[in-house]
């Protein structure tokens, strides 16, 4: 084997964070036009440079005058004024007020000289070209004195300000129309690992090609904190490469990340670049999972650049991203910790650990009926990407924890500010109808990991709804809110070459046939045709399914059989006419199965479990188009 | 006067929201590349189009081999397997696994055919071409198959889910560059009133003209609510433009916005349009401030435009921007409710209403020493555009309630998700050297209202902190945090062409003076001087004060009457020897003020206040190349 860097020390994350505090990744200020200047965060101080109004206004339609000339006047006995002229917004007064005289004027107006106060139009008549005030007014009356808004040289903002539409529009009163704003952090993006290939081109599985997923988690969390995310191109297993696209990374960003390798070689890479241009600060933290993190800094003095090496495995780089990474560059771009962040929940049920260091557990969030919201770990291990979605943030898991009690109350640190915890929550068998009933939901999350065991998560307590296809073997307690029927059978090539015609084929040919794993309802389907036939012959069920080429290649999702079948690696799979349909296949039907939605009786008065119960109500329409279904 | 549509019968709020319910505001869905989709919503449900991963993969580093090679081995007793070929992540293994064969594996790299399993590098060692295995593994371990993560089919994010880094993350490991995300509701915002000028082009304050606030605001606020603000130009007083603008914003936009015209034209104008492209659908709201509120339609079928009409007052437009088109923007985006826009706080004080219809009232908040949020009405009327920053959002007060009790809890929408309560409030004297120490503080409010209101408004309990110059006339309990000193006196032109020496000219020789008003701690102690300069000539102080020209012509803020003296509106203004020379003007010192941080007793542990205290230490920094003071 190669020789691999070891992370025998690992630092206690304080040190992490230190390390981290330490790093420059503060960018200049820049100036922007005001238009742009939404969300930024001001750079320094802005004093009025003027008054604000500009001028004594109106507040009000009415009549310019002198105050005293309405003294004792009232409804019954009105002053009387000459209209000696008007003036409207945006006009410059060309008439004096006199004594026993008025002028008319419109809200936002400027006041003529001579005038003190006004009288709103409301209290007043006008005959010929005399306006009789009904009301006696004091001098200032609805005039809006010159810099009383805002005075010039009063202090209108201060550094720090987050600009929201509010300190927009009292920066554009200030007729301010370039704003001196913090800078936003560059933070570059560098992807390792030979096997990785970007989104859009093609893959080349044979190869164990997968595509990049960490490079593009991070530029959408990086923007997400507030920083402005520089992807560089994925220099393949081309270490020169690497090590230049590095540097170039260093000279042009405040922070440059890169997320664990699997190739030993490529950190040596990244180690080389730090050590020749900076200094590694630390290397592997005590945190599960921060063994991999590395921080550095790639360069000295003013054009310094950061450098933070992440873990391989998405939630963990997520999770250490947030942890570590995100708070740092709010800082560098004058932004706050995001009030969204957190959520506090009850443990769903009890969760034993003794890790001996600092954990971030990954967690699912549901609520309750109550609205309370519930927490349960989620761990799919093996850098698993649909993690990514199953969770919803990490809990902290002090290293002297021993467990975690169900009900005890924790504080769940979401993935990001944005996260939202599903509106409702379900597990069970993968279903082409249960699909589009799921796109008229706002927000749910769905685990298709199969009847059987979607029962088994149901009778723990945590999903709102489980959803069975076939016989169920096990009883649980559910309520149930809607069903279906669904064709199931043999998925064969377009034009079903070999002539399959049922089961017994596949026990009596030499074809090969993919199956389902046994957490699917339609396999236990496909065992009882099994065992149907070996009773119809008289033989032992085990015999009739060993003979079956491929019995016991299970696969996962409900179209993997299929595929399998179109990619000419089977000639039958199991699987629903639906499926054989949508992919251009053709399909010999076994039996019709009742899929079935049961709720958590606990959670049957939870609202989106009602609406989730009324959009069932529909599945005949939810049916249409989808071959082999009745509803 | 100009005849005056009137808003005679105010609908209720509940048909202004189904007017806008009915408005078409939805635009196109769109494709973006996944770079660029964060913070989008997805159109359509995205399936998985390939397996995640693509082949069986190593979870580790190790050996791949056969299970039933290694069955019955252990630390004591290891199977020795003869290592026939290495795969590493990103190639094509080249190599078969045959029985007591094993291939050196990378993690991430595709299993080769033959293998079944794999056990990892630390539970092994290398013996020349060997491999000794010390523990037996069972078939399966430590490989991920093909689609375990991901499998082809299935439903991997529904339509309407919002993509945070986690979901950018999924749709990249499944090779999806190109998004479908709901479209950006475009939102044209239309300028009225003659008096408008855009920030950054000269402002003719005789002419009555003011900087346009609300199309910034409004602008902003859009593009918060996740709407794309196009802003056209201002029309200014051509109403054919006007009526042109507003049908290419029709044709252009889903949504057009304009605020409330001071100029009856320009609402004729907008009738007219609506009239004849479409219909107006609701003309005032009752709610305070919704009187003026307008919402239409600009045409008809697919290419429909919306309309609606904002208040005038920028808090009144933000109010109603808020309450009623916030969300449909939102609704258009397919974004949910922001889970910040609404805190929890207590009345700080009762508050009496008799409105008689809903009334949205600005509110502010302010923390107490507990954490505890208090709530206190900000009404600065007349359509000040610092209420917009004095302001954090509105309570809805009912149409029945007479009052708010002291201590009840009341709901604050904010005005937007990112406003931030501050962290210390004060009030009192305008001050350069508060400024600077203001500055040093994370999001402080300071409301510069003079001495004397600062202290009475410490005395009502709301503020933290209250800052008083020169002699106190009541007395207020509260904690000293800190004081300074800072000379006042009179500022007069550069060079001080009058030959002013002291109080005594103003009142003996025709100079024009400008004051400030009573509510400053300046004014106070000029008042005390002119008590003085009366009792050294055995005259009553009217006398004195009378003989002044302009000693009633008060203004606001502390630069004010030294502006005037730079504008040549005066031969001298109250002010500090700091104004002048920042001003570049000449000074005539008078005397020495001290200026003082009192402390709310109540607030003195809040942390931000021990901060101010802090900050206060450093006083005499904060003075540095201040002329005049003295820390």
Partial sequence: MTDRKEFRDLA??????????????????????????SGRVLAERIDAGLDVPGFDRASLDGYALRARDTFGADEADPARLGIVGAVHAGEEPDVEVGEGEAVEISTGAVMPPGADAMVMVEKTDEENDEVLVRT???????????GADVAAGERALGPGTR???????????????????????????????????????????????????????????VEEAGGE???????????????????????????????????????????????????????????????PMLIGRMSEGDDASAYVGLPGYPVSALT??????APAIREAAGL???????????????????????????????????????????????GATTSLVEADGVVAVDPDTDYLAEGESVAVELFSPDVRPPSLFGVGEDDPLLSRLLDRLRNPRYLAVGSRQGLRRLRDGTPDVAVTAGPVEREVEAEPLGEWRREWGLVVPDGNPEAVVGLADLVDR??????????????????????????????????VVDAVDGFDLAVRAHESPA?????????????????????????????????????????????????????????????????????
Same sequence: chains 1, 2.
Wanted: one cysteine or more; glycine letters at 10%; proline letters at 6%.
């Fill in 12 to 37: 206690p994350p304080e040190r992490a964070r230190e390390a981290i505090d330490s790093l420059d990744l503060d960018p200049d200020p820049e100036t922007v036009p005001l238009t742009d200047a």
């Fill in 136 to 146: 006696s007014v004091a001098p200032g009356d609805s005039v809006m004195l010159a």
């Fill in 163 to 221: 600009l929201t539409p509010r300190e927009i529009g009292l920066l554009s009163a200030l007729g301010v129309d370039e704003v001196p704003v913090r800078g936003t952090p560059r933070v570059g993006i560098i992807s390792t690992g030979d096997e990785l290939v970007r989104p859009g081109n093609g893959l080349h599985s044979e190869r164990g090609q997968i595509y990049d997923v960490n490079s593009y988690t991070a530029a959408s969390a």
């Fill in 229 to 291: 995310a520089v992807t560089y191109p994925h220099a393949g297993d081309d270490y020169g490469e690497m090590a230049r696209l590095l540097t170039t990374a260093a000279e042009e960003c405040d922070l440059v990340l890169s997320s664990g390798s699997t190739s030993a070689s490529a950190v040596d890479v990244i180690y080389d670049v730090i050590e020749e241009r900076g200094e590694l600060l630390l290397h592997g933290v005590a945190v599960k999972p921060g063994k």
């Fill in 320 to 325: 250490i991203f947030r942890t570590f990474v």
């Fill in 336 to 382: 706050p910790e995001p009030r969204t962040a957190t959520v506090t929940g009850t443990m769903a049920r009890r969760e034993r650990y003794a890790e001996g260091r600092l954990r971030y557990m990954p967690v699912g969030l549901v609520t309750d009926a109550d609205g309370e919201t519930l927490v349960y770990p989620v761990d799919k291990g093996s």
């Fill in 510 to 543: 030499d074809l090969r046939f993919v199956n389902r794993t046994t957490d699917s309802g339609l396999r236990t389907s496909l065992g009882n045709a099994a065992a149907d036939l070996a009773e119809e012959r008289g033989v032992d069920r085990r015999e």
């Fill in 563 to 631: 595929r399998k079948v179109r990619a000419g690696q089977a000639d039958a799979g199991l699987g629903l006419r639906a499926t054989a349909e949508t992919l251009g296949l053709g399909f010999v039907p076994l039996g019709d199965q009742r899929t079935v939605v049961h709720a958590n009786p606990d959670r049957v008065g939870k609202e989106r479990v009602a609406d989730l119960a009324a959009a069932l109500s529909d599945a005949g329409d939810l049916a249409a188009g989808l071959p082999g279904y009745d509803a």
